[in-house]
């Protein structure tokens, strides 16, 4: 049992610390996401030049070897400086879905694009009628030939409208929740018959609606086993969700400090309000509420190589435990700046808007504590 | 960084289980409530880890202590929460050993440390009074110096198990004139001197696990005295955080979530095992999630200690966050058992009686251990006192 960091790892967190200070202060990050493009690529290229962008895959992928600690130490930084720029649909999911299940024909194709930063994905996976429910699916991929023929509409796809290439969750058979007949694909955003709208979401980021009409994939599109796509997609999910949760908790840990820093400044009847109790004591709730998540974090990752029962279960025990945290300290972050904390120039505004969708990425509370129920 | 636990921590655990296997006491295992135990019942598991040589684990090895790494430390408290020992009583070996160890002269470590190693000797705690509980600096007993004796005077409360205790250890003002924290002083007192009178006050569950301790012109040795006069306040601290780090019982909460989930699996509930209905198996489930967080947070903890701090105040989120759960689990396991919650096992119509009692064997204690428990938010330093404490000392406010 170790809870140390390697060397590497502390390389990587001060590198990422001094980006994110430098180069993604507040007033930059906002000027930014209100852009046309909405990110900025010159960041996208610096991380890959820092190895951030190959950090997970193997060294014969063309990557540095890193593993799920390296995402989350890289995340957590993230989340301290609101990065919207898209690591976990383009180095986790994409990353996730080659490395786990990839040909060497696809790692080839799409890999080293990844790690150069020239290739940026998104993974489209929800549906408008699937809630959290990844074979609720009603997009369709037809055996056509050798090929496939995918139709149907992808909800909330984040970070699309960046994107190049999509992975895709669509049926080729089985009826619409079943287990089975689940089937991954990768298809560049290009192909014909791909239309996307694309919109801002509350948190700052970008997404888009995808619409699949008549599209034409050929076989080599299909990631692993046809039909039996849903243990995949459970396996890379729960890595996101880990590298999610790391999010959180960078966010975490700055919506608690400024907020005790704001506490420290303001005045009220003649004394800063961080000397009344009843702030403290919700101040040290929201203390508490961090460190444990932190450590849910630090459960998930570690057992994400685990047999699956326990990788579940440790996976929805974080997404529970976290977003149950991330909810009270965003609101509790905002109660405490008063009616500086509901105004669009505070950033504890937009750190309270962070942590509140990131409760509904890959099943929120309710949904994770169901599976936990079931796997206990 | 990761969870695993090596080859040689595997061994480990495989010889402490065995060892317990072995060694523990068979009429004690899986006692169910401390009012029904005698004194040597508590001490019994204490004398022969003293004799292997493992009843002080996280003790200076040159003490007595086993040397083991918060991993081993880790391993040794779930091993007996699996078979639910009855361990060392915290008064010794986690509250006045330390302090004497550390602070106290070698007299006091030569005469006293041994008995506490080997279970020989029973300690209470003597701090709070009366009129002080969460402001425990305005404590009134006081200590006068009388030639080469201390004449104690006052009245301490909630002194846990004070019926049995050979020796206690208490705060008492020394200077009076002193700011509060300034004039206090750290005094062991043999319970058997005369004007020493223990009197038992009833609880909740009917029991008596805490007493009133009245001392009236005790004359104690000053070579009782630990450390310096009026520096007791800096020691009765320094106990206080070693007490709040082991005070989380995750090991304990653990065993007492499979214990739930066995008694649920066994209840009925609209035809089906309790276990199987959801809003009472979410509750379960949510338990479970904050206990994990717990654990992982302790472990943390402990690793950061071995780095070389000490239980610094981070310990007060392990004793905030470990009650609360210790009460969810009482309370969820009293829900469980349903209505045969209600019936009174202690009462004057059981006396004498040879009846078994009414409801399932689990049934027994879960109320009165529901009602035990709501000590533990209170005790060993409020979990308001706790918030206060991580206010100073981590937010700096």
């Known amino acids: 049992m170790d809870f140390n960091f390697t060397e590497e790892q502390d390389m990587v967190r001060d590198g990422l610390s001094r980006l994110v200070r430098e180069q993604y202060d507040w007033e930059t990050r906002r000027k930014a996401i209100a852009s046309a493009a909405g990110w900025r690529p010159e960041i996208w290229a610096q991380l890959a030049e820092l190895g951030i962008l190959g950090m997970p895959f193997s060294e014969a992928d063309g990557g540095f070897g890193g593993g799920a600690v390296d995402a989350m130490v890289i995340m957590e930084e993230f989340g301290k400086g609101l990065v919207v720029e898209p690591f976990v649909p383009t180095v986790v999911c994409a990353g996730g879905f080659l490395k786990h299940a990839g040909t060497a024909a696809q790692k080839e194709e799409h890999i080293g694009g990844i790690v150069s930063g020239e290739r940026v994905f998104a993974f489209a996976f929800a549906e408008p ?46 009826e619409r929740r079943d287990r089975s007949g689940v089937s991954v694909f990768v298809v560049a955003k290009d192909t014909a018959g791909i239309t996307t709208r694309d919109y801002e979401t509350v948190d700052g980021r970008r997404a888009s609606e995808v619409y699949f009409e008549n599209v034409s994939v050929p076989a080599e599109a299909l990631i692993g086993a046809e039909g039996e796509g849903l243990a995949l997609i459970e396996l890379v999910t729960d890595e996101a969700i880990a590298a999610l949760c790391a999010e959180a908790c960078g966010a975490m840990k700055v919506a608690h400090a400024m907020t005790v820093e704001y506490s420290r400044q303001r005045k009220q009847f003649g004394v800063p309000i961080g000397k009344f109790q009843v702030l403290q004591h919700r101040m040290v709730d929201m203390y508490t509420a961090y460190e444990t998540s932190v450590s849910l974090t630090y459960l998930a990752t570690l057992r994400l190589g685990s047999d699956e029962v326990e990788r579940k279960k440790a996976v929805s025990a974080a997404k529970v435990g976290v977003g149950q945290s991330a909810r009270l300290i965003g609101q509790e972050a905002v109660q405490i700046h ?22 509904s990425e890959f099943g929120n509370v309710d949904h994770h504590l169901k599976r936990h129920v079931a796997l206990a | 960084m990761n969870l695993e636990f090596s080859p040689e921590e595997q061994a480990f655990r495989d010889e402490v289980r065995a060892f317990i296997a072995e060694s523990y006491p068979k009429h004690l295992a899986d006692f169910g409530m401390r009012e029904d135990m005698e004194r040597e019942d508590f001490l019994a598991w204490h004398k022969i880890l003293g ?52 602070f106290g002269s070698e007299e006091q470590k030569a005469k006293h440390l041994p008995g506490i190693r080997s279970g020989e000797v029973w300690w209470c705690q003597g701090y709070s009074e009366p009129g002080a509980g969460s402001d425990l600096a305005s404590l009134k007993t006081t200590a006068v110096r009388d030639g080469d004796h201390y004449i104690i005077n006052g009245q301490k409360t909630w002194t846990t198990l004070a ?60 070579e009782n005295l630990v450390g310096e006069e009026n520096k007791g306040w ?33 209840e009925t509930a609209y035809g089906e095992p309790l276990i199987k209905d959801f809003d009472f198996a979410k509750k379960v489930s949510q338990l479970e999630i904050d206990l994990a967080a717990l654990e992982i947070t302790e472990l943390r903890t402990l690793a950061g200690e071995q780095a070389g701090k000490g239980p610094g105040p981070e310990s007060s989120i392990l004793k905030i966050k470990g009650t609360e759960i210790q009460q969810r689990l009482t309370e969820l396991t009293l829900e469980a058992v349903g209505t045969y919650g209600a019936p009174f096992h202690g009462g004057v119509s059981n006396d004498n009686s040879n009846e078994h009692p009414v409801g399932p064997d689990y049934s027994q204690y879960a109320a009165a251990t529901y009602f035990n428990m709501r000590k533990t938010s209170i005790y060993g330093g409020s979990n308001e006192i706790q918030r206060n404490i991580i206010t100073k000392m981590i937010l700096g406010l």
């Open chain 1, 338 to 359: 008063g009616g500086n904390g509901v105004t669009d120039e505070y950033a504890i505004g937009h750190y309270f808007k962070r942590l509140t969708i990131f409760d």
């Open chain 2, 51 to 102: 004799k292997k040589g493992w009843s002080v684990p996280a003790w200076p090895v040159e003490y007595g202590g086993t040397g083991w790494t918060p991993t081993q430390r880790y391993i040794w408290s779930e091993e007996n929460a699996r078979a639910s020992t009855v361990m060392p009583l915290p008064f010794g070996v986690s509250m006045v050993g330390p302090v004497i160890y550390t």
């Open chain 2, 234 to 266: 800096t020691y009765a601290k320094f106990l206080l955080a070693h007490e709040r780090s082991g005070i989380a019982g995750v090991a304990r909460s653990k065993r007492g979530v499979e214990k739930l989930r066995e008694i649920a699996a066994n």
């Open chain 1, 129 to 174: 009628r699937g809630r959290y429910d990844y074979a609720d699916l009603e997009t369709t991929a037809k055996k056509d030939g050798s090929g496939y023929v995918l139709n149907g509409h992808k909800a909330v796809v984040i970070g699309a409208p960046w994107a190049s290439h999509l992975i895709v969750t669509a049926r080729t058979g089985g």
């Open chain 2, 163 to 222: 019926q049995h205790a050979d020796w206690g250890f208490f705060l008492c003002r020394t200077d009076p004139t002193a700011k509060q924290q300034e004039g206090i002083s750290f005094i062991l007192i043999d319970m058997k001197t005369p004007g020493v009178e223990v009197k038992p006050i009833k609880l909740l569950d009917g029991g008596y696990e805490v007493n009133e301790t009245w001392l009236t012109d005790v004359r104690v040795p000053v």
